[in-house]
């Protein structure tokens, strides 16, 4: 992308050019990256691409690109550099105060929607409580699908995800949803919320610390340290929820949360040693032991 040729480049040079770039500089899903990148700067949709490859863009578009793509090689994520991701078939907005949620967590959401729909049939309106909201990705989807046959409340310790998780709301027209900025190691939870939840849902920060430095670039020097791991082993949350489960939850309830690879029986032990009923593990898409559904009773 010289500056003799600036400008003759049309959309279709853009994503020939852009996908060999990025997978020489190692970039996963190269095509998909520099489309994005496009439709973010001409403020259009990945089909508009197609429908207008001859169009050449002017060179402030051009001049915009070339800073987007510095960013992605200096591995800040796609997400964070134009603001958004997908999600449940939802957009979402997205800060780097946020964790950029994950198609894994999609299994999280399936098993929650189906719980409550299997096991709150006949309630009127199951309460679900989401633990660590960060954008509001698991509450807002479990909200949209469900609509008024359900409430769920959000929490997290951060601010800024509280803000961004009801600008999110507002974006996917959810009302049955609230946000408030709580820590889960805060008594106040419990004082507030006594036995008023149905199911508790939570992706934790389950990334052991030790283990931190083996992630990618993306991961450790971009997303938010205290969404990522719980500065231990990977299993404090896990206990604080095992802990305050059933202060929070009637007897009736669920809850179900999202593990890392190899935390399936340790977490499964916290819950079992904590004198919870029945408990299922299921596997994501890969394989992998994901999601731990705990029943309270």
Request: proline content about 3%; some cysteine.
């Amino acid at each position: 992308m010289n500056e003799t040729e600036i400008k003759n480049w049309r959309i279709i040079d853009i994503i020939n050019w852009g996908t060999q770039y990025f997978k020489l500089k190692g970039i996963d899903e190269a095509r998909l990256t520099i489309e994005l990148m496009l439709c973010h700067i001409l403020k259009c949709k990945r089909v508009d691409l197609y429908v207008n490859f001859e169009k050449p863009l002017t060179k402030s578009e051009l001049e915009n690109l070339k800073e987007l793509i510095k960013r992605r090689l200096r591995r800040e994520p796609l997400q964070y550099i134009i603001g958004k991701t997908e999600f449940m078939g939802l957009e979402f907005k997205l800060t780097p105060a946020v964790l950029i949620p994950r198609p894994e967590t999609e299994i999280l959401v399936e098993r929650a929607l189906e719980t409550l729909k299997k096991e709150f049939a006949d309630r009127k309106t199951p309460k679900v409580l989401d633990i660590g909201t960060g954008s509001g990705n698991i509450a807002i989807s479990l909200a949209k699908f469900l609509g008024d046959k359900i409430t769920v409340i959000g929490i997290d310790i951060s601010k800024e995800a509280i803000e961004l998780a009801k600008e999110n709301a507002q974006l996917n027209g959810v009302k049955n949803v609230e946000f408030i900025q709580l820590d889960l190691f805060d008594q106040k939870l419990i004082n507030e919320f006594k036995k008023q939840f149905d199911l508790i849902v939570s992706n934790p920060p389950y990334i052991a610390v030790d283990e931190i430095e083996n992630l990618q670039d993306e991961i450790k020097k971009f997303e938010p340290r205290h969404a990522i791991t719980d500065g231990a082993n990977g299993l404090s949350f896990y206990k604080k929820i095992a802990k305050i489960g059933k202060e929070l939850i009637n007897e009736t309830g669920f809850i179900l949360v999202e593990i890392a690879y190899g935390q399936a029986e340790n977490v499964k032990k916290i819950f079992t040693d904590a004198d919870y009923g029945q408990i299922e593990i299921f596997k994501d898409y890969l394989g992998i032991e994901r999601v731990v559904k705990i029943k309270v009773g």
